[in-house]
């Protein structure tokens, strides 16, 4: 079982990226996918999830700017994230429980001011 993240980078404050999350095919998606995230210094803290019926729920800090969404064709998780502020600056990271709890990689964004 693999997740694989991709898209991040540094971008200016109120830029946008969209970031991606590749899963193998034996993850299903009709469990919940979701977004978590890791600042320098901090914990790993909650971003974003959808659950197997699509429904979606955000951290309070991100509600109205982040989106997350999947393309069950293509096996991948997406994230997008507009009107970045400095305080999103983190590791971002995929995750999903199947029958086991899977974690990808995670993949930088840094944002400047």
């Known amino acids: 079982v693999q997740l694989v993240e991709s898209g991040g980078g540094l971008v200016q404050a109120g830029g946008s990226l969209r970031l991606s999350c590749a899963y193998s095919?034996?993850?299903?998606?009709?469990?919940?996918m979701s977004w978590y995230r890791q600042a320098p210094g901090s914990q790993r803290e909650f971003v974003a999830r959808?659950?197997?019926?699509?429904?979606?729920n955000y951290a309070d800090s991100v509600k109205g700017r982040f989106t997350i969404s999947r393309d069950i064709a293509k096996n991948t998780l997406y994230l997008q994230m507009d009107n970045l502020e400095p305080d999103d600056t983190a590791i971002y990271y995929c995750?999903?429980?199947?029958?086991?709890?899977?974690w990808g990689r995670g993949t930088l964004v840094t944002v400047s001011s």
């Open positions: 959808i659950a197997g019926d699509g429904s979606t």
């Open positions: 095919k034996r993850i299903s998606w009709r469990k919940a």
């Open positions: 995750n999903t429980i199947q029958r086991f709890t899977y």
